[in-house]
Nanobody, 118 residues
Framework: QVQLVESGGGLVQPGGSLRLSCAASGIIFGINAMGWYRQAPGKERELVATIVNVGGTTYADSVKGRFTISRDNAKNTVYLQMNSLKPEDTAVYYC????????????WGQGTQVTVSS
């Protein structure tokens, strides 16, 4: 199974920026999506953004215009550039790999903490 390792979390002031990275080890095959989810204390895990290796992105309404997802297929790495951060963006951010075609068992990263606070 592919392992996902996130990096780039931390503490930032409101209005600041952070860039998350997620590197996948192993062979990733077919049409697949890599993305980011987040989970705040007491809340369910929610989609932040995803990107398909052959093109196409999806964003949560709450992050549109502030976050940008990108990926380097040659490096099996996905990035999340987060700008204009708000306190409500505070959460543990998880990287996710999903296989679309052919279908297969996806993977979760271990999570990285993002805290937006003054």
């Amino acid at each position: 199974q592919v392992q996902l390792v996130e990096s780039g979390g931390g503490l930032v002031q409101p209005g600041g920026s952070l860039r998350l990275s997620c590197a996948a080890s192993g062979i990733i095959f077919g049409i697949n999506a890599m993305g980011w989810y987040r989970q705040a204390p007491g809340k369910e895990r929610e989609l932040v953004a995803t990107i398909v290796n052959v093109g196409g992105t999806t964003y949560a309404d709450s992050v549109k215009g502030r976050f940008t997802i990108s990926r380097d297929n040659a490096k099996n790495t996905v990035y999340l550039q987060m700008n204009s951060l708000k306190p409500e963006d505070t959460a543990v951010y998880y990287c996710r790999l999903d296989y679309i075609n052919p279908p297969g068992i996806g993977s979760w990263g271990q999570g990285t903490q993002v805290t937006v606070s003054s």
